[in-house]
């Protein structure tokens, strides 16, 4: 978290050099993000909201790497054809591939388990242990970030359970093993990687044309191929 404001902050303040750190500040953050989920899966530690603090801290880090951008824009440092506000729609975009891309994951995880339903009883599952909490009024902290994470949720469209046939979700599992691997390509670090290695290069054009075309373009194509 600390990695990714002080690189958001230089990109804001400082010349095209700053901006430059910042960018590799990004990388660096993209690799630790990987990293810590990583290791708390083979150490076996992960915490019971690991999950829900990891997925604010990177809403918060890429809040400041887009603030930061529209400044450096905005002040000329980086040379743009599009008008500033741009880069915010751009990282709008992260975030609803992102949550494609997560919710997508999800879903084949749970069908690989043999749940198709498993989504949604995961998400049924948390609004119950918030409510616990609240009736209880414990983990004030765990409430926060459980309220977060079905907002997070409430934008997927969900459905209630129902009974899918066994062959079906042999079949799903079977047809998308390929193309689940191919929505990484909208995945959140995808678009960081993009945007840093595009601010380094001072063309953070190609960033926006890849976040608001190319991989929105490549978001449909997966949709519609999914099954």
Request: proline share 3%.
């Amino acid at each position: 978290l600390l990695v990714g404001i002080c690189a958001g902050f230089a990109m804001a303040t400082g010349p095209l050099e700053m901006v430059r750190l910042g960018a590799l500040g990004m990388m660096c953050f993209s690799v630790l993000d990987c990293c810590d989920g990583l290791l708390a899966r083979i150490k076996k530690n992960g915490s019971k909201y690991g999950e829900f603090i990891d997925m604010i801290v990177d809403i918060s880090v890429s809040f400041c790497y887009f603030i930061g951008t529209y400044q450096a824009i905005k002040q000329g440092v980086l040379s743009s054809v599009f008008p500033p506000f741009v880069i915010i729609l751009a990282g709008l975009a992260l975030l609803v591939h992102a949550g494609i891309y997560h919710m997508m994951k999800k879903r084949y995880l749970h069908y690989g388990q043999n749940n198709p339903n498993g989504r949604e009883q995961e998400i049924q599952k948390w609004a119950s242990e918030y409510h616990r909490l609240k009736s209880e009024n414990k983990e004030w902290y765990g409430r926060i970030l459980i309220k977060s994470y079905l907002l997070f949720a409430g934008l997927e469209k969900n459905k209630r359970p129902v009974k899918v046939d066994p062959r079906k979700i042999a079949h799903y599992k079977v047809y998308n093993k390929f193309i689940i691997t191919l929505w990484a390509a909208v995945a959140g670090t995808t678009h960081l990687t993009v945007l840093a290695i595009s601010l380094f290069f001072n063309n953070v054009d190609f960033y926006i044309i890849f976040a608001l075309v190319m991989a929105t373009g490549w978001l449909i194509i997966l949709a519609i191929m999914q099954k």
